[in-house]
């Protein structure tokens, strides 16, 4: 009887405990299943990861053999090539001794894939190979040197009648018997036209150099490859596979260029994995089963385990967590049952449950309080400086209550919006005649003291937007309230009128707006009105009104293209003079400051697309907080400076982390500098002129140019003229003006100052020396 009771009156507890004790049945069903398919699973995902990593593996092959082609195709169309290789019995005296530069261009080459290819030679007749090291004679090479087990040295001699683009033969064994060794190799033979004769470039790539990179990239140390080309000829093979596995290899074609299945390696299971390369190679590797099912078996070992103890802690919580569940339950329990009439109490208890008829009467509770407590915190301080700054920012973001609720509230309903600003700027007799005491109150207050101004006269909420910057939304229900704004803005003035000798006041003033939404454009107009502050507009309400102000920024092709070759050309005051000007040009055409700030994600989003060009990452120049201030559009009137010098740091780091100077490219640059002045002297020609033509910056030509050569671009452009009007002396009758004339220099007295200069003697002096008179 006593038992009854006692389970009666607890009935709740033994109700909870039986909820808890049925989530046991989920874990017990689960780890049955997960028990007699785990197993599959991981046979399924260990061939998924067999193929990934033999897929992996086979792009790696194939990145090797682009790098071989691109090697080839590189080598044939250098500069070095293309002008020294030659049949031998065509080479003269001066171009057989730039032979060395043909070996270097050839070890140049060689050096990214060195570890890949075993050799590297080229040729162009059958009289001498050309190698990294050295030249050799052609049938010397390929009878003792390197010889070819598959390929005799009339195969190669053919090779020069035909061209190819890339083409891999089958593998072979190479012997060198000086050395009295032996390599295993496949060779790759491209064959192009060079100055009318076909040249033949070999690079044969090491066999074991494939093996080793299968078998390090490989899962399974136990695992067995195979490598077959398009012809299927067989490339490599470790010594495991038995000849009933190389059988399936042999005659299993899968219907994709991936596959797997299961074989017989001897008189073991395994698993055959297969894949094709985009060169045609045929991929396979051959994995004991054992290998893999050792981790199956522990993977379901630990399911079991995991589920015995997930039992046996579930089943101990189960008591703890009712107990401690139920004690809370019961007090609440017995408090609503004071408060509630107990007959009706027991009634609804056997209809619809215990736990339910508590849960009633707490939703009773809670919503005979709901209202109240929304609308209290809805239009708290809190809530309302988060909105109007929202609307600041230009976001509307979810809120308690609906936005028309807020302006309801708030009585902003109706009419139009303004923003006002105020900048207060402390001098320094601020911080040095009153206490930090007194300071600290003057700030707390500074709020408080315009919103009560503001208040008096329109119908506002004022917020603190960033220290020392109010931002006061007003709206105007009428005409006439603009009258009582400026009132209430020169009250405001003239209150600040007597601190004078602690701060100064900067007021601007937005335009109006009919749409609550574009507080943040009034915002925008009152911060770029304050911009365009002069020392003459000291004290004075700025309205943006009496300025030009565009909704728009200006930043062409052209001009992220000026910043470009700056980055190019590694001119950092360029980039920094380019971003400079097109900042002063937007300022001075009125843009707003929002679309300042739009502007400066423009310079950033410029650079990010040139590091991503050189396959770079953003991150490797910036850290998160930097690349998420970079990003954003929004920027308060403090922040301009701090971010414009944060993109000239990042534009400086670009141009430290990719900018280099080799000297062929400078010896270019110098190439194209000097046949640009010859054949242009005669023009109005000056270093500004040949720097627009090339697309960088006159700073970097003329550095560049003078690094080089020892002599001023405008110094050589003097000499060439010079020289050319020395022939036209000598050559013809015509005048001396004419000559200057003809020669690009416009002025005579210039001609014959720099003719003096560069000769010693005047025109005519030079001329009677070479015995000829001027013309008259």
């Known amino acids: 009887m006593h038992v009854k009771q006692s389970l009666n009156k607890n009935r709740l507890f033994f109700k909870i405990l039986l909820y808890f004790i049925s989530l046991l049945i989920p874990i017990v069903i689960i780890g049955i299943i997960a028990y007699f398919n785990a197993d599959q699973i991981m046979k399924k995902d260990t061939s998924e990861k067999l193929i990934d990593n033999l897929r992996a593996s086979s792009k790696t092959m194939d990145i090797y053999l682009s790098m071989a082609q691109s090697t080839n195709n590189s080598l044939l169309l250098s500069e070095t090539i293309q002008q020294f290789l030659r049949p031998y019995p065509l080479l003269t005296d001066e171009e057989k001794v730039k032979m060395p530069s043909i070996l270097r261009a050839i070890a140049g080459n060689r050096n990214p894939i060195s570890h890949f290819v075993d050799s590297i030679f080229i040729y162009v007749d059958d009289q001498r190979v050309y190698l990294s090291d050295g030249v050799a004679d052609f049938d010397v090479f390929f009878d003792k040197f390197y010889k070819f087990d598959e390929y005799n040295k009339d195969f190669w001699r053919q090779r020069l009648t035909q061209s190819s683009l890339f083409e891999l033969l089958k593998p072979t064994r190479v012997v060198n018997a000086d050395m009295n060794t032996t390599r295993e190799v496949v060779p790759s033979i491209t064959t192009q036209y060079l100055s009318g004769h076909l040249a033949t470039m070999v690079t044969t790539i090491s066999i074991p150099t494939i093996k080793a990179t299968l078998q390090n990239n490989s899962i399974f140390m136990t695992t067995d490859y195979m490598v077959l080309d398009k012809d299927n000829n067989i490339i490599l093979q470790t010594s495991g596979l038995e000849d009933n596995a190389k059988r399936d290899i042999m005659g299993w074609v899968p219907p994709e260029k991936s596959g797997s299945r299961a074989v017989e390696n001897g008189e073991e299971p ?160 601020f911080y040095h005649e009153i206490v930090e005491a007194d300071r600290l109150l003057i700030l707390e207050k500074m709020k408080r003291l315009l919103s009560g101004i503001m208040k008096k006269y329109v119908n506002c909420y004022l917020t603190e937007y960033e220290p020392n910057l109010y931002v006061c939304m007003v709206n105007l229900k009428g005409d006439d309230e603009r ?153 308060l009137p403090s922040e301009f400076d701090g971010r414009l010098k944060l993109i000239f740091e990042f534009y400086d780091k670009i141009i430290a982390k990719t900018f280099s100077k080799p000297e062929s490219k400078s010896g270019a640059l110098v190439s194209f500098i000097t046949d640009y002045i010859e054949k242009h002297y005669e023009q109005d020609l000056y270093l500004e002129v040949i720097a627009n033509e090339i697309g960088l910056s006159a700073k970097y030509v003329s550095r560049i140019f003078k690094e080089s050569t020892g002599t001023n671009i405008s110094d050589y452009i003097s000499i060439v003229r010079i020289a050319k009007a020395r022939d036209l002396l000598v050559n013809t009758d015509m005048k001396i003006s004419d000559i200057a004339d003809k020669i690009g220099i416009f002025s005579r007295t210039t001609f014959l100052r720099l003719f003096k200069k560069y000769e010693g003697i005047s025109p005519n002096e030079y001329r009677s020396a070479h015995g000829i008179k001027e013309k008259m």
């Not at 936005?403 to 509230?409: A, C, F, G, P, R």
């Not at 803005?489 to 939404?517: H, N, P, Q, S, W």
């Not at 070759?565 to 040009?585: P, T």
Request: glycine share 4%; aromatic share 12%; net charge negative.
């Open 270 to 429: 395994s698993w055959m994995v297969q894949t094709t390369s985009d060169y045609g190679w045929r991929y396979v590797s051959i994995t004991p089963v054992h290998s893999f099912n050792q981790e199956s078996s522990s993977i379901l070992n630990l399911i079991i385990w995991i589920c015995i103890s997930l039992l046996v802690i579930s089943v101990a919580f189960s008591f703890i967590f009712s107990f401690r569940l139920y004690n809370p339950i019961k007090n609440i329990r017995d408090i609503l049952q004071k408060n509630d009439n107990a007959d009706e109490w027991q009634m609804e208890t056997r209809r619809s449950g215990e736990l339910q008829m508590i849960g009633n009467s707490v939703n009773h509770l809670i919503k005979r309080h709901m209202d109240d407590n929304i609308k209290i915190s809805t239009f708290s301080d809190e809530i309302l400086e988060q909105f109007f700054t929202n609307l600041l920012k230009g976001y509307r973001g979810p809120q308690p209550y609906s936005v028309h609720t807020i302006l309801n509230e708030i009585d902003f309903q109706t009419g139009s919006y303004l923003c006002c600003c105020f900048i207060i700027e402390f001098k320094d007799r």
């Open 483 to 635: 009258e009582q704004l400026d009132q209430g803005l020169e009250m405001v003035r003239t209150t600040f009128a007597y601190d004078m000798i602690y701060c100064e006041l900067i007021i601007g003033l937005g335009k109006t707006y009919e749409k609550i939404e574009e507080f943040s454009k009034s915002y925008s107009d009152a911060i770029t009105a304050i911009d365009k502050r002069t020392e003459a507009s000291k004290m004075n309400i700025l309205d943006a009104n009496h300025f030009e102000i565009e909704q728009n920024y200006y930043y062409s092709f052209l001009d992220e293209n000026k910043i470009v070759n700056a980055l190019k050309s590694g001119d950092v005051e360029g980039v920094k003079s380019e971003l400079e000007g097109i900042i002063a040009l937007n300022k001075s055409r009125g843009v707003s400051f929002h679309y300042l700030g739009a502007l400066l994600v423009e310079f950033f989003n410029t650079g990010n697309r040139y590091i991503t060009d050189k396959k770079l990452s953003v991150y490797d120049f910036l850290d998160t907080n930097e690349h998420v201030s970079l990003s954003q559009k929004e920027l």
